[in-house]
């Protein structure tokens, strides 16, 4: 059967271009022809579908900054480095962001902390979630010039929206008291409604010292810690060569 121009013309008016051009190809070639009408139909349609996710996702990937494209499935479980590949993958279905709980991850440096929050953070993106990746330091400094902008509240209230933030280098050096207010700032407008990823090099045991004003510390601690995922990771850094025990060298990003 003979497609009109006009219709594909008309699909692409309809903003359908993923169709339109499923639709021409399925005219220039004749094995097609073999298919029935709700065949070929569902053939566009899924092909439109393929086509609007796979440009959410890249949308979304963009808008979260992740600091390095880490997937799950590039994630190294060998060696004794605290990663269980059965807890990692069950939090890469993302229930726990569906959930609003948070995931810390600690562990030393290079130890692979911001390879996999970014990782579980690309996950998310992929099942429909926002992400955004902070490092803490930087974000302390945003939020204390948008004090002097006038900036404060409409900054707290973007970050409040997405879905999964990600705070890398928590509590990197201790918190003064006003830092720690802004922190605690950031963590209510999410508590209990979206969810959160630290990683530090801090046990998690030392976060209250670290954040100073044992008051401030003892509600920061209770809107993150409250129902909280943790991953602890140990071992050598996988920035360093390790071909002797048979793993690749890994890129500078795993941190």
């Known amino acids: 059967m003979m497609i009109d121009t006009k219709t594909i013309e008309g699909l692409y008016a309809l903003k359908l271009p993923a169709m339109a051009a499923a639709l021409a190809d399925q005219r220039d070639q004749a094995a097609y022809g073999a298919l029935s009408f709700e065949q070929r139909l569902g053939l566009l349609v899924d092909k439109e579908l393929t086509e609007r996710e796979d440009r959410r996702v890249g949308r979304y990937l963009r808008a979260a900054k992740l600091r390095t494209t880490a997937v799950v499935e590039d994630i190294d479980f060998r060696g004794q480095r605290g990663l269980d590949k059965a807890v990692v993958l069950g939090l890469s279905e993302a229930g726990w962001v569906k959930a609003h709980n948070n995931l810390t991850i600690v562990g030393p440096t290079g130890a692979g902390k911001t390879f996999v929050a970014c990782a579980l953070a690309n996950a998310a993106v992929r099942r429909g979630h926002t992400a955004l990746y902070l490092r803490a330091p930087r974000m302390l400094d945003e939020l204390a010039i948008a004090h002097v902008d006038g900036r404060f509240s409409r900054l707290l209230a973007s970050w409040a929206r997405?879905?999964?933030l990600v705070i890398d280098d928590f509590l990197l050096r201790p918190l003064s008291s006003d830092q720690a207010a802004d922190t605690l700032e950031v963590i209510e407008d999410r508590s209990g409604l979206r969810s959160t990823i630290l990683?530090?090099?801090?046990?998690?045991?030392?976060?209250?010292?670290?954040?100073?004003?044992?008051?401030?510390?003892?509600?920061v601690l209770d809107r993150v810690l409250q129902g909280a995922q943790r991953i602890e990771l140990e071992?050598?850094?996988?920035?360093?060569?390790t071909t002797a025990r048979g793993r690749a060298k890994t890129p500078p990003s795993h941190d």
């Open 235 to 241: 071992g050598e850094s996988m920035r360093t060569p």
């Open 162 to 164: 997405i879905d999964v």
């Open 199 to 219: 990683t530090s090099q801090l046990p998690v045991a030392m976060w209250h010292d670290a954040l100073g004003e044992p008051t401030l510390a003892d509600a």
